[in-house]
Structures are given as structure tokens and as C-alpha cells.
């Protein structure tokens, strides 16, 4: 039996609701077949008050083993450094934060909010908001670069805007069975059997890609998302096209561009006006490249593709 | 030349390429430096009469040859499709040439 605190912080609940849609396997298969046993969660908990106060203190002092503490939203740290504006439990959320990090033998965020700060921690940050153990790239956070847990890990970060409830799940499951020893994490401790390939990888619009036929206009089921409309496919690093959201399809297959919600980075240029949904160029040419591709090699990429791209290429070819 | 541009795309080609061949100024700069001066040039498109071809071609400073030191024109462009040789960003939606270029051009 593995004990498992959830607490949010400055969140908007959308991984809690990730996590209750999950399938492979769901919440409840971590109860009743992985032997998760959630003591507290912010839509399952049952405590209240003094009571949950108790059983917070129980997990600081080692009363209750704490085995996988989960962290959902960023970190409040205003104002002035108290806190204060995310109380929880009568306390600031971030003091109990730096109590059952130290407590637990596991700690895992999930979100972009908890892993490196998400939207809340966008310039100008108003909250000062920050991950466990990412203030965007940057190492540190609010454990600070050297933390690790009592099992001698640091954060495992799984981010997401929200996080696919998948990825959540299985993570805990490896945990809680005793193989988070097989998680490999990368330089931004996200789990590299999700975060290793591309969120282009499996994405229906490859073959458009391929050829440089564009996408002009959302839910075209026509064209590559990535040379107009912003999309960040190639060089943001998820299994959406992998690992499929209800099972269904992904935003690419849809025809909404993946705005990168899994780096560090996101939301990217701090939304400024006109940078949401459409490719940043310069004199034409993208900005953000995909990963490991230059300038020059782009464009004779591209002058290539184009003149051998097919007919199809150009027609929807996904007739209903 | 009618001022009613034809519908049939072949036609229409021939149309907007005895246009540009006549002349016709259009407003080859400044060239888009932001996605913002970007969108304002599409604004300024979509506020036309969609039968006003000359305007597109004069708002998006269409070019009847390439430009520029490297010479971009629209077979590179991504938004022109090779086979039906049309500009498929939808405000302008005109057929083009392979060598023609305009100021909404990108890779």
C-alpha cells in the first residue's frame, strides 16, 4: 500500500479534472488494483478543517508515511515572499509544501504550473508563482535545484496544460509498484518514455508537412498547422499523437495547433498580441524552427519539397 | 480589359497577370516585420469587395516576378499550391504563377 497526498496550489483544477477521465489505468485502478491508497485530494478528500489539518501534520511528522506527495499549480509565494495569498489548511499552501516535500519519499508535480511556473508564473508574474523545482527553465524553483525526495529523486515533472490523465497514472503506478527506479527522467525530469519524442510524432498532418502545404484556417483537415498557425509540434516534446487524448485524437488531428503546453517555456512570448496561433517569422521565415533543423537547411527543404510535392498533398484527403 | 475580373481560374490567371504586366503599382513595402503588421495587411484585405481582385493585388503587393536578394517568389512560398497554382491564404484566394511573388510571402 502506497500512501498518496494531492494538494493544488495556485491551480485551476483542470489536472484534477484530467486525472478523474483517466483510463489506462483510471483513478480507481490505482486504488483497487495498484494498491494507491489516496489519503487526501482536493475533489476526493473527505476531511475538512481541523481534521485535515491533523492528517497533514500526521504526513509532516512521519506519522502517516507519506509515499507520493502530488503537486497540482504553482507555488504562491507572493506577497512579499509570505505566501499569503494562497492559504490552505490556515496556513500559507507554500509552508506546507516545504514540509511534505521533505516528508515524502516521492514527489511528483503535474502541470505546467507545477513544474515550471505554467501561465500563472508569466511575466509579470503577479503572484510570484513558481514549480517545485523550475521557475520556467531555470533550475530551482521552490525546492531549489539540489532537493531530492527521501527516495532520493528529484521532482518527477509531468507537465501539460493540463497534463494527459494517462501520463499521470501510469507514473503514479510505476511509483507506487516500486519501479520508479526504471523512470528515466530528462534534463527537465520529465519522464523520457513521454517526453522523448515530439508532439509531431504520429501527427496525421505529417505527410503535409513533408510536402509545405499549409494550413490557412483552424479545423482545416488539410495542411500542416506549424507554417501559419503557430503550431508547435516540432518542437515541443509530448506523446499526443502517441498516447491519444479520450482515446480519440489530439489537437493537431483536429486541426488546433499544439501550442507547446509541455516546455518550460509555455505560454510562449508571454501572449503577447499576435503571437498566439500564428508562426512567428522573419522576413518569412519561422522564428522557432523545428528542433535540430537550421535556416538553411529549412529552406532547401523546402524548395525541394515543394517541387516535388503531389497533387494530393494539396486535397483533403480524409473524405467522410 | 473589363473591370469585372472572371470567375474561371484559368481566366482570372491571365487576367491579374495581364494586370501586372500593365504596371499596376501595387505595395510591395513595407514588408511585414510582426505578426501584427502581418494581420493588419490581412485586415485590410478582408475589409475589400470580395470581387475586388486589383485590390488584393495592390494591398498584398503582388509582383508578376521574384524578389528581393533571394529572390522568393511563390513556388516556395507555403502558402501557394503547386498544382493548382493558387495562393491559398483565404484573403486572398487568387490563382497565381509560379514566379509571381507578394509581400505575405513566408517559407
Avoid at chain 1, 495556485?10 to 490505482?30: I, V
Avoid at chain 1, 513558481?130 to 527521501?150: H, V
Avoid at chain 1, 534534463?187 to 513533408?210: L, V
Wanted: proline share 8%; charged share 20%; hydrophobic share 40%.
Amino acid at each position: 500500500m502506497a500512501n498518496l497526498l494531492w494538494l493544488q496550489g495556485g491551480a485551476c483544477s483542470g489536472n484534477t479534472m484530467s486525472f478523474l477521465n483517466a483510463e489506462e489505468p483510471s483513478a480507481c485502478d490505482l486504488v483497487t488494483d495498484f494498491g494507491i491508497n489516496i489519503l487526501w485530494h482536493p475533489s476526493l478528500g473527505m476531511e475538512l478543517g481541523d481534521n485535515l489539518q491533523r492528517l497533514l501534520r500526521a504526513c509532516v511528522s512521519g506519522e502517516i508515511p507519506l509515499d507520493i506527495f502530488v503537486f497540482e499549480g504553482t507555488v504562491v509565494r507572493g506577497p512579499d515572499g509570505t505566501g499569503a495569498w494562497n492559504r490552505f489548511a490556515g496556513r500559507p499552501m507554500k509552508d506546507w509544501v516545504a514540509e511534505l516535500a521533505q516528508a515524502a519519499q516521492y514527489v511528483v508535480a503535474i502541470g505546467d504550473c507545477a513544474t515550471w511556473g505554467g501561465i500563472p508564473a508569466t511575466a509579470p508574474n503577479p503572484t510570484d508563482s513558481t514549480g517545485l523545482q523550475f521557475l520556467k527553465r531555470q533550475k530551482g524553483g521552490f525546492l531549489g535545484a539540489d532537493f531530492r525526495s527521501k527516495a532520493g529523486l528529484p521532482v518527477i515533472n509531468i507537465p501539460g496544460c493540463p497534463a494527459h490523465p494517462d501520463w499521470v497514472t501510469q507514473i503514479l503506478v510505476a511509483v507506487a509498484t516500486g519501479r520508479a527506479a526504471d523512470i528515466r527522467l530528462d534534463d527537465f525530469q520529465r519522464p523520457k518514455t513521454f517526453f522523448a519524442s515530439f508532439t509531431q510524432t504520429g501527427c496525421t498532418r505529417n505527410m503535409h508537412f513533408a510536402y509545405k502545404v499549409s494550413a490557412t484556417e483552424f479545423g482545416q483537415r488539410k495542411g500542416c498547422l506549424f507554417y501559419d498557425l503557430g503550431c508547435r509540434g516540432p518542437m515541443t516534446h509530448s506523446p499526443c499523437n502517441r498516447i491519444l487524448w479520450n482515446r480519440q485524437s489530439s489537437k493537431t488531428r483536429s486541426g488546433m495547433p499544439c501550442l507547446g503546453c509541455t516546455e518550460p517555456e509555455f505560454p510562449f512570448f508571454d501572449l503577447a498580441p499576435g503571437t498566439v496561433f500564428k508562426t512567428q517569422t522573419v522576413m518569412g521565415v519561422p522564428k522557432d524552427l523545428p528542433e535540430g533543423v537550421d535556416k538553411t537547411g529549412y529552406i532547401k527543404l523546402t524548395v525541394a519539397a515543394k517541387a516535388a510535392a503531389p497533387k494530393w498533398a494539396e486535397e483533403d484527403i480524409f473524405v467522410v | 480589359m473589363s473591370d469585372r475580373p472572371p470567375r474561371d481560374p484559368d481566366a482570372l490567371r491571365r487576367y491579374i497577370a495581364e494586370l501586372l504586366a500593365s504596371g499596376l503599382e501595387t505595395e510591395t513595402e513595407p514588408m511585414p516585420r510582426t505578426e501584427r503588421e502581418f494581420a493588419e495587411i490581412l485586415d485590410q484585405l478582408r475589409a475589400l469587395d470580395p470581387e475586388d481582385v486589383r485590390g488584393r493585388l495592390v494591398i498584398a503587393g503582388f509582383l508578376d516576378h521574384p524578389y528581393g536578394p533571394e529572390q522568393q517568389r511563390c513556388q516556395e512560398c507555403i502558402y501557394y499550391l503547386v498544382h493548382r497554382r493558387w495562393c491559398d491564404i483565404p484573403e486572398i484566394s487568387l490563382p497565381c504563377e509560379p514566379d509571381w511573388w507578394c509581400r505575405l510571402w513566408r517559407i
